[in-house]
């Protein structure tokens, strides 16, 4: 049987932590759709907004069922 997994958004400005929860509470906070949380939490979208300190990026928190955790992003 495979590892279940859950996965969490965290959304920073800059070096500010602005929201913490999963993809439809993201959306639901920023006021855009799902699939536009997993874009903004994708290498593409990161790679295009790494130069602005300003801009705002999701970052993926991956937790396994036995409580690991990691970060994926740039």
């Given at each position: 049987?495979?590892?279940?997994?859950?996965?969490?958004?965290?959304?920073y400005e800059g070096d500010e932590l602005l929201f913490v929860g999963n993809s439809k509470e993201m959306?639901?906070?920023?006021?855009?759709?799902i699939k536009s949380v997993y874009f903004m939490s994708s290498p593409a979208f990161h790679k295009r907004k790494e130069k602005s300190k300003k801009s705002k990026i999701i970052y993926r928190i991956e937790e396994d069922q036995w409580g690991y955790e990691g970060c994926k992003g740039t």
């Open positions: 049987m495979g590892r279940k997994r859950w996965s969490s958004y965290a959304l959306a639901e906070y920023m006021g855009i759709k």
